[in-house]
């Protein structure tokens, strides 16, 4: 199974390449403003995208997915899976996803730090092959331009828990890429940087079927 992960499109997926594989996996951010205009945009361009199953999670900067919960089922294409403290199961592999970030509740998708998130980090089940969050774990792939790490503290918590072997996000333009440790891969897939100009590939993951 050939994964594509990508995070934090800001509107400008129109620009990006790509890649042919299975599963295409999109950590959230993908308007910027998160009006209604935006958001069907980015809908239409992802569904008309090749790969058989397409997994999306929101991010703090959609706010049409969080102030309209209620449509979304009117909106989103068939062949669009979307993760909000959900999962799904593709060829025995299992994937869960959730939008949620640390934050004072001025974004969608904000929780307070603490008890108020881990609410929503304990949903997550054991035997879950990949993780799929907007906000990165404490410490990994989180760091902004001026060295201050954003990540969530109970998060990176609840994958080491777990032994989580795959935890896909962004949130956190400046620090894409990826990082190996003892159980798990963590991947930043933000497809932008600081400056919010498109220019980060997409990162692929390769995944032997259960």
């Known amino acids: 199974m050939k994964i594509i992960c990508i995070s934090d499109t800001h509107n400008l997926h129109h620009e990006m390449d790509i890649p042919a594989g299975d599963v295409i996996i999109h950590a959230g951010d993908f308007t910027d403003s998160g009006s209604k205009k935006e958001t069907l945009d980015f809908l239409k361009w992802y569904s008309n995208l090749e790969h058989e199953h397409k997994i999306l999670v929101a991010g703090n900067h959609d706010f049409y997915f969080e102030k309209h919960q209620d449509k979304l089922d009117n909106i ?7 993760l909000h403290d959900s999962g799904i199961s593709i060829n025995n592999v299992n994937f869960w996803g959730s939008p949620y970030t640390p934050g004072n509740g001025n974004w969608a998708f904000n929780r307070n730090r603490g008890s108020d998130i881990l609410k929503h980090w304990n949903k997550i089940p054991k035997n879950i092959d990949f993780l799929i969050t907007h906000s990165p774990p404490y410490t990994v792939l989180d760091e902004l331009d001026n060295k201050r790490h954003i990540g969530c503290e109970r998060l990176f918590r609840r994958i080491n828990e ?3 072997p795959h935890h ?4 956190v333009h400046d620090d894409y890429g990826i990082v190996r440790t003892k159980h798990s891969v963590f991947i930043n ?3 932008v940087d600081g400056k919010y ?3 980060n590939a997409p990162l692929v993951v390769h995944q032997l079927n259960s």
């Open 76 to 82: 989103i294409p068939d062949n669009i899976t979307y």
């Open 162 to 164: 777990l032994k989580i």
């Open 168 to 171: 896909i996000f962004g949130h």
């Open 189 to 191: 897939a933000s497809s």
């Open 197 to 199: 100009r498109q220019i």
